[in-house]
């Protein structure tokens, strides 16, 4: 079994729509929680680093963990364009354990 | 604000050559990280470095070397390259532990044909 499960997608949603990408995790000790947005042919650069349980937002982007449930959300109201990447999750112990991440096309 | 810069973006070359892929950061951060992003595997921790001189491995160490003399630079050599190791190659830093938020370089795109 994965540390990290994320499912790939894609995922393809008309603009101002409400996204909602998810990671699970099989290790209860994972102390830190972030999401990653990836362009093509660019870096992962971070969008969202929460550590406890409970709702984070920034903007149009909400972060949400779960720990009873291993679970964390990400997300993105009223979708743009400029949305469209692949998003990583990732969880921390002593090093990163990422989700293999999800592409997200926002079509105008 | 530089960040982190990889070299070359593109590189082909043939199987059995060596090749290194530079990667510099500006930030005098002490964590750095090299990774390899495939299709279906995600992002696979290759070494990492917690400062000059202190390297170890990660997930996918075989057939790669690293070095780090000095804190800004940690550059990734393929001793005898293999098609299996054609890949993206991400170089990342963290400030000061290994579980602080990592951030990335735009990659270098590596063709073994």
């Known amino acids: 079994q994965k540390e990290v499960e994320q499912d790939p997608g894609p995922l393809s949603v008309p603009e101002g729509a409400i996204v909602s990408l998810n990671c699970t995790y099989s290790?209860?000790?994972?102390?830190?929680f972030m999401w990653y947005r990836q362009y093509s042919r660019k870096g992962p650069e971070l969008l969202m680093y929460?550590?406890?349980?409970g709702n984070k937002e920034d903007g149009r982007f909400t972060a949400q963990v779960d720990k009873s449930s291993k679970y964390i959300s990400l997300f993105i109201r009223d979708s743009q364009p400029s949305d469209s990447a692949t998003y990583l999750c990732?969880?921390?112990?002593?090093?990163?354990?990422f989700g293999t991440g999800t592409s997200l096309t926002v079509i105008p | 604000d530089a960040g982190i810069t990889q070299s070359p973006r593109y590189k082909i070359t043939e199987t059995g050559r060596q090749v290194t892929l530079m990667c510099h950061q500006t930030?005098?951060?002490?964590?750095m990280f090299w990774y390899r992003q495939d299709l279906g595997h995600g992002l696979r921790l290759i070494y990492y470095?917690?400062?000059?001189?202190?390297?170890d491995k990660g997930e996918v160490p075989d057939g790669y070397v690293v070095s780090r003399s000095k804190t800004e630079n940690f550059p990734l050599t393929l001793e005898s390259a293999t098609r299996s190791q054609t890949s993206v190659y991400f170089c990342?830093?963290?400030?000061?532990?290994?579980?602080?938020?990592?951030?990335f370089g735009d990659g270098t795109r590596l063709s073994i044909l």
């Open positions: 929460t550590y406890s349980s």
């Open positions: 290790n209860s000790a994972f102390q830190y």
């Open positions: 990342a830093s963290s400030e000061v532990r290994a579980d602080q938020p990592q951030h």
């Open positions: 470095s917690a400062a000059a001189d202190i390297t």
């Open positions: 930030w005098s951060h002490s964590y």
């Open positions: 990732a969880m921390t112990l002593w090093q990163f354990y």
